[in-house]
């Protein structure tokens, strides 16, 4: 029950900043929705996975229970799916609170549409705010991905490990997996 509230929070926190996907996601069945959000994951992680959906008054509509702990959505055009710490760590961030002690992992395997690697709260790319677009990834959350010795450049070759929103409590790794199409 925990994780379905912390699954609600992240997504009224994103329904806030992305009323573009909501336009977006209102246009695909559920079926086509849960296909395109399941592609976030691996065969095997998917399988398994919840699949939830924003509704245009905010409210999370599952699609399908999850038995393994993960949680696959569709966030504007980007394709995600979370373990539960990911999912809390997301609503740190969107909710502006420290972020939970704790490893998480998410899976982005369609790869993204880009996000500011030095702003968490940027929504577009601008002169200075130095827009990174990674191909399939991998993000790891929590104080022992900030040990694990990516570069921490501002402007780092998305096709390597690296770190996003470096020196902030976001700070998070990114780590490819393929790369960008």
Excluded at 49 to 57: F, G, H, I, L
């Amino acid at each position: 029950m925990r994780a379905l509230r912390t699954v609600f929070a992240v997504a009224v926190s994103l329904l806030v900043i992305g009323t573009t996907a909501k336009a977006q996601q209102g246009k695909v069945s559920d079926s086509e929705y849960s296909t395109r959000a399941l592609s976030a994951a691996p065969e095997s992680v998917a399988k398994e996975a919840a699949v939830v959906r924003m509704e245009e008054d905010g409210s999370m509509r599952t699609l399908r229970a999850g038995k393994n702990g993960f949680t696959c959505m569709v966030v504007g055009t980007d394709k995600m799916c979370n373990d539960a710490n990911s999912m809390e760590f997301i609503n740190a961030l969107m909710t502006h609170v420290p972020p939970p002690d704790k490893v998480g992992i998410s899976y982005m395997l369609a790869g993204d549409e880009g996000a500011s690697n030095t702003d968490p709260y940027a929504t577009g790319k601008t002169a200075d705010n130095h827009w990174i677009v990674t191909g399939p990834h991998i993000m790891v959350f929590g104080p022992p991905s900030k040990t694990l010795g990516y570069t921490r450049a501002k402007d780092p070759d998305p096709g390597k490990p690296y770190m996003m929103w470096a020196g902030t409590p976001y700070e998070h790794a990114m780590i490819p997996v393929a790369p960008a199409k």
